[in-house]
């Protein structure tokens, strides 16, 4: 199985495919952002066999509650709150998976909790079931899922289309949004900035194609810059005709294109 329908097995509840061996070599493509995917998943796992031995007395480690509650201890929490942090906070998978590995390390302090009280029918009970089995399942999609997203850059092209009804219901006094045009004309303010400067660069930055996005997503933004001056300017019916024709949709429009045109040749080439 290739590593990329691996992760998308996990995501899709295939336990079954999950549990299928990666073809050799590609493990070495679960790395992105400075954490291969994989062997974040596969030491999260061991989290149960871990406080299994602890709980059973077979346990060479002296694991204490204060550390494995907390959840910047870890690899995968000390990545979280590094480069993770950095490179996909614009990402609300990011911060569920922040907030769900959290809750797992809580659950996990829960289950050496009660086997340091000695009471071992507890501690297994707790690490079989409810809220740390449910938790460890999370995180575990999560994980994957972000690994998908950091691969295809879904997440930031739909952040990039939500620009129009972003600008259109600040246009017509709906949005709750206090943008500014200093802001919304930078090309590395927004998710898909972020993204382009970031994970985006990191796997396509060598690629023409990829060029093209940048420097269409540049332009973009000094157009969406534009129409948010001219709302603010209280000029409504210009800003919102801005919206409909001439430089903002035909910026939009490139920008998608660009997107679609770098992945369509990323799948060609195998």
Request: proline letters at 2%; charged letters at 25%; a negative charge.
């Amino acid at each position: 199985m290739g590593m990329f329908d691996w992760f998308k097995s996990i995501v899709q509840g295939d336990g079954k495919s999950a549990a299928a061996p990666v073809a050799p070599g590609d493990e070495k493509g679960a790395e992105v952002g400075g954490l291969n995917f994989k062997t974040a998943i596969d030491a999260h796992l061991k989290w149960k066999t871990r406080l299994e031995t602890y709980i059973n007395g077979t346990s060479t480690e002296d694991l204490k509650v204060e550390v494995v509650s907390r959840d910047d201890q870890c690899p995968l929490g000390k990545w979280i709150y590094d480069k993770g942090g950095e490179k996909y906070g614009f990402s609300e998978t990011f911060f569920d998976m922040k907030a769900h590995h959290a809750n797992f390390h809580r659950c996990a302090g829960s289950v050496l909790t009660a086997a340091q009280a000695g009471d071992k029918a507890t501690a297994t009970s707790l690490l079989h079931g409810g809220d740390y089995l449910k938790a460890s399942e999370r995180v575990k999609m999560l994980l994957a899922r972000m690994f998908m997203i950091a691969s295809d850059g879904k997440e930031a092209i739909d952040a990039h289309l939500m620009w129009k009804k972003r600008l259109q219901a600040y246009i017509n006094g709906e949005s709750k949004e206090d943008l500014k045009v200093e802001v919304v004309s930078r090309d590395d303010q927004c998710t898909l900035g972020h993204w382009i400067n970031g994970i985006g660069g990191e796997r396509f930055g060598h690629l023409p194609a990829f060029a093209v996005i940048k420097s269409r997503h540049a332009h973009f933004h000094r157009c969406a810059g534009e129409v948010l001056a001219t709302a603010q300017k209280d000029n409504k019916a210009a800003a919102l005709h801005m919206l409909e024709e001439g430089a903002y949709p035909d910026a939009s429009d490139q920008v998608a294109a660009a997107i679609v045109d770098l992945f369509e040749r990323q799948k060609a080439a195998g």
